[in-house]
């Protein structure tokens, strides 16, 4: 299993999980480095290794009039801000290729979402950059297709590729996750993150927006990292309810703490034992 270094922090292998935590979209400046304070205080208390992600235009949204993000400019100059005031790397994705350039200038890691997943351009200029790219596995892939999305991405010569697991299509309106996947796709050289907040929401479950079942969010994450993921994904708010992207889905930071203790234990005791063979 590669083992992907950024600054002090390691990713796979057998190293400890790592956490990419934050917004689904950047809101203002006052709010995201709230969130930045409270997540770098509970992940340094715990010893946890902390990335952190927000998106500074989600294209994605379900509607129109949904609240996109502050843009690329404004965004980017916030996320830059995070990295100079908190000292941590940052994780942001791109939609199209014309940002994948000015985001290389501030982003840590650069993420291709799961709808564009296979857009073998957008994956190739983002590979291109050299930085780590974290690419959402689409929820109407397999994982054993993932290879294919993979194989684009290295044959530009960069090998620090990360996949993310966040479900799979069931029916309308559903997402299930099926964790044979992480595995699996572990078998492809490649570090497997699992994002426990979007693998919970409800697609298009509000009409104009998506919904999501936050309560299963802390079950999801127990079980991805007692099937060995290398690192865990998730959407935090102060005060999800008011969050102006996937409120539904996102994990209040006030109930953090206790389930990233569980994660660290349980983390502790697969990673110990992962290379032994059980008969």
């Known amino acids: 299993m590669k083992i992907i270094k950024l600054g002090n922090i390691k990713i796979g292998g057998n190293a400890p999980f790592v956490f990419i935590a934050g917004p689904c979209v950047i ?14 205080a509970i992940a340094a208390k715990l010893k946890i290794p902390l990335i952190f992600k927000a998106s500074y235009d989600k294209a994605n949204r379900t ?16 996320l830059a801000e995070v990295k100079k005031k908190f000292n941590l790397p940052v994780l942001t994705d791109v939609h199209c290729k014309e940002d994948v350039k000015e985001a290389a200038r501030v982003a840590d890691i650069i993420q291709i979402p799961a709808f564009l997943c296979r857009q073998t351009d957008l994956i190739l200029e983002v590979a291109k950059t050299g930085k780590i790219v974290n690419i959402k596995k689409g929820q109407f892939l397999a994982p054993w ?15 620090n590729i990360i996949i993310t697991e966040r479900g799979a299509s069931f029916g309308y309106n559903n ?30 479950g509000l009409g104009a927006a998506s919904g999501g079942q936050r309560d299963m969010v802390e079950y999801l994450a127990r079980a991805a ?6 690192g865990i994904f998730m959407e935090v708010h102060p005060d999800p309810k008011y969050a102006l992207c996937d409120g ?20 502790g005791v697969v990673k110990k034992n992962q290379n032994k063979k059980w008969r």
């Open 63 to 78: 509607s129109l009039k949904s609240y996109r993000g502050p843009g690329l400019e404004k965004g980017l100059a916030i």
């Open 27 to 40: 809101e203002d400046e006052k709010t995201t480095f709230a969130i930045v304070a409270r997540l770098k």
């Open 175 to 204: 997402l299930v996750v099926d964790f044979r996947s992480i595995p699996i796709m572990r078998q492809m050289d490649c570090p497997v993150i699992f994002d426990a907040t979007h693998s919970v929401q409800i697609p298009g």
């Open 225 to 230: 990292v007692a099937v060995g993921v290398d």
């Open 248 to 267: 539904p889905n996102s994990l209040s930071l006030n109930n953090l703490t206790g389930l990233l203790k569980q994660l660290k234990e349980i983390d």
């Open 145 to 159: 297709d993932v290879r294919q999305i993979i194989d684009k991405a290295v044959s530009t010569g960069n090998k």
